[in-house]
């Protein structure tokens, strides 16, 4: 309920400034606008990881409400998964004796509302800088999922097991965002915003707790208005 309204807040905080602005700006006539690129945060960092790359991938849809302020939701997704072969496990003069087989997975999503308004000047001009700020709201879900084999001969076994644990935190998030029209309704978009965790930050089935901390977030892609105009 706190992070709601909060959310509003901002929002209604944003229109009161676009209400004044929009005394010289013209009206928007692309309302809708729709958006693809990559993401990087701590929670989905962009490199490597298992066996391959973790490229997070963010959409989103927007709308104008007035001719400096837009609300926008997005969506990032990102997921990989390894596997292992007892590669470390516990050796007795070259023979594997204990060790492990079996895969480990992870999903991720990061869900964001945000009021995007614009600080440049004139809007007819191709460069524009934006503020963002709203809310996230951070998921992961893990797992690991194998069979132990020891092979001592005082106790010979192989037993399955399967480990799973989520991740959710929720944030508050602002920062600046540049943006810059390639060609008529098509934008290249960079943002970085600043996320603080206000509620969760903290896994299952672990006694492990994170500090909140601040973090930093980048996304780089391309938008696209729709509409008429």
Do not use: C
């Amino acid at each position: 309920m706190f992070l709601f309204r909060l959310t509003l807040g901002t929002l209604l905080l944003g229109s009161s400034f676009a209400g004044y602005a929009q005394t010289t700006d013209p009206a928007a006539a692309l309302r809708f606008y729709g958006g693809l690129g990559v993401y990087s945060s701590s929670h989905q960092d962009l490199g490597s990881w298992g066996n391959g790359a973790r490229i997070p991938v963010q959409a989103l849809v927007g709308y104008q409400l007035r001719p400096r302020l837009a609300v926008q939701l997005g969506v990032v997704y990102s997921g990989n998964r390894s596997t292992y072969d007892g590669q470390n496990g516990y050796y007795n003069n070259g023979i594997p004796v204990a060790y492990s087989v079996g895969s480990y997975s992870e999903r991720s999503t990061t869900t964001s509302l945000l009021a995007r308004y614009t600080l440049t000047r004139k809007l007819e001009h191709r460069f524009q800088a934006d503020l963002l700020g709203g809310a996230k709201f951070e998921y992961s879900a893990y797992n690991d999922k194998g069979t132990y084999f020891d092979n001592r001969p005082a106790t010979p076994s192989a037993t399955p097991f399967d480990y799973t644990s989520t991740y959710k935190s929720a944030l508050l998030s602002l920062g600046p965002s540049l943006r810059y029209r390639v060609v008529s309704r098509l934008d290249v978009v960079y943002d970085l915003t600043f996320d603080l965790p206000i509620l969760g930050g903290n896994y299952s089935n672990s006694i492990y707790s994170p500090r909140p901390r601040l973090q930093a977030t980048m996304a780089l892609g391309l938008r696209y208005r729709f509409g008429r105009g």
